[in-house]
């Protein structure tokens, strides 16, 4: 069984930067695209970011591009999202997900609170 468990969330500044990673845990990690979601209060969960199997593609939702970016080690089963320049308005719970047998993305870790003050 696929398990996922993010860590690096907390409390920061507007301006100010955090770094989420997730580590995975069963079936095999090079073989899955990962992504990061999010969801705050009272709305959808969103898209933020991905990558390829293998890490040579990455995409970002366009709110976030610039100032975030995704990275996976193969070689410690993680992938990491660096956020830079935080807004107030990225303040949400941070998902990583990995991608299933079918391609979607079927697995979630328990998420992270990323908060940013003004």
């Known amino acids: 069984q696929v398990q996922l468990v993010e860590s690096g969330g907390g409390l920061v500044q507007a301006g100010g930067s955090l770094r989420l990673s997730c580590v995975v845990s069963?079936?095999?990690?090079?073989?899955?695209?990962m992504g990061w979601f999010r969801q705050a209060p009272g709305k959808e969960r969103e898209f933020v970011a991905t990558?390829?199997?293998?890490?040579?593609?990455?995409y970002y939702a366009d709110s976030v591009k610039g100032r975030f970016t995704i990275s996976s080690d193969n070689a410690k089963n993680t992938v990491a999202l660096q956020m830079n320049s935080l807004k107030p308005e990225d303040t949400a719970v941070y998902y990583c997900?990995?991608?299933?047998?079918?391609?979607?993305?079927?697995?979630w870790g328990q998420g992270t609170q990323v908060t940013v003050s003004s």
């Open positions: 990558i390829s199997r293998g890490g040579g593609s990455t």
């Open positions: 069963g079936g095999t990690f090079s073989s899955r695209a």
């Open positions: 997900a990995a991608e299933g047998p079918m391609g979607a993305f079927d697995y």
